[in-house]
């Protein structure tokens, strides 16, 4: 059963005769258009490479955040009775 469909699905397949007519009859509509054509895909490819990377980036960042030393209070930093910082005049 399963051979029968495989043998229909690839009488439908374009060969290489087929795929290089389609090529040439492409070439000739987008020819004078297919420089910038291909300029705009690689650079649409590179925005999204750069989108990946990013999103890669603060997808890591917010697993694993970066270590941080903890914070150091002055000395001249002083709490009120309530827990408040008060600090001095200088």
Known sequence: MTQS???ICL?????PFEMGVILLV???IFGS????VMRNMGKSVTEFKKG???TEDD???TIDPPET???QRRDSVQTDSEGNERYPEE
């Open 5 to 7: 469909i495989t043998g």
């Open 11 to 15: 009488a439908f397949m374009p060969g």
């Open 26 to 28: 492409a070439l000739l």
């Open 33 to 36: 258009r297919l420089p910038s």
């Open 52 to 54: 990946v990377r990013s």
């Open 59 to 61: 997808l890591k960042t």
């Open 69 to 71: 030393p903890p914070t």
